[in-house]
């Protein structure tokens, strides 16, 4: 069963800060249901506009399609953002087709907020 405690996070937090920087990007980290690691991109350098599929300054990003989904600088941000969200201690067994569940920890980006837009910085 998947679990992230408080503690995990803040082993995590160093390596998806500095990713954050290295990209000037502003975001949170938080722990939901003590089973997803949760980044919300707040506000940065990288213009997102033509990835808000909602329409509104929002979007969730679906970890395993980044590489289909983004280019250039926002899939190399996104890819090492996610690879920091893992960690060295990541594992996955999960199996769909027998209906098996086990990993580390889940994963969880979201540019801007449904109720807070992402702000691209001057």
Request: glycine fraction near 6%.
């Amino acid at each position: 069963m998947a679990f992230v405690s408080q503690e995990d996070k803040k082993k995590l937090a160093p390596a998806i800060k500095a990713v954050l920087k290295k990209y000037n990007m502003k975001g949170t980290i938080a722990v939901r249901h003590n089973m997803t690691l949760v980044v919300n991109i707040k506000s940065g350098k990288i213009d997102f506009t033509g990835y808000f599929f909602h329409g509104d300054g929002y979007t969730q990003v679906n970890e395993y399609q980044i590489r289909n989904t983004y280019q250039g600088v926002h899939c190399n941000f996104l890819s090492e953002l996610l690879a920091a969200m893992k960690g060295e201690n990541y594992f996955c067994h999960d199996d769909s087709q027998t209906d098996y569940f086990h990993r580390s920890h889940y994963t969880n980006i979201n540019i801007g907020e449904y109720h807070k837009p992402y702000q691209l910085a001057a």
